[in-house]
């Protein structure tokens, strides 16, 4: 008996409706990076992300320690620091040559912590840069704040 019921079940089943795709789902969206100092990094150096930070900013003989943030949006940038056993002095003659076409809108110095600090825009106003120099011990820390205005 059963085996009379199955076809008269299945009968009775709908049948199974055609179904459109769903659509990908939103995949995180890497930013294009264009800096007014050319070629960025898109990966990890020594350990450390360094993904959007122009390669410029990198300082020479310089040793990446850490990374924060993501570039997200527009204004939201990341902050990478670096030391060297190279003078404060040094790090800031090299960063001042490079930047020297970029309007130094900020900049504070507070001697009695061995800390400096400038913060440069492009011209058009598309990136911003943020250097910190401070020296602790035998080795001077740079810490640079870096954002595209536009992503």
């Not at 910190?132 to 740079?142: A, F, L, M, Q, V």
Request: hydrophobic share 30%; glycine share 4%; with cysteine.
């Amino acid at each position: 008996m059963a085996i009379t019921l199955l076809p008269l079940l299945l009968t009775n089943c709908p049948k199974p409706q055609k179904t459109t795709p769903l659509p990908p789902a939103n995949e995180e969206k890497q930013p294009q990076f264009r800096s007014a100092l050319g070629e960025v990094f898109l990966g990890t150096v020594q350990e450390v992300d360094l993904t959007g930070l122009p390669k410029k900013l990198f300082y020479p003989r310089a040793r990446p320690t850490a990374r924060y943030g993501k570039y997200e949006r527009p204004r939201w940038g990341c902050s990478y620091n670096f030391e060297t056993t190279d003078s404060p002095e040094s790090v800031w003659d090299y960063y001042h040559k490079l930047l020297k076409n970029w309007k130094m809108v900020d900049g504070n110095e507070v001697k009695e912590w061995n800390y400096k600090f400038e913060t440069y825009v492009t011209k058009d106003d598309k990136e911003v840069v943020q250097v910190n120099i401070s020296r602790k011990n035998d080795k001077t820390i740079i810490v640079i704040a870096h954002t595209y205005n536009e992503l």
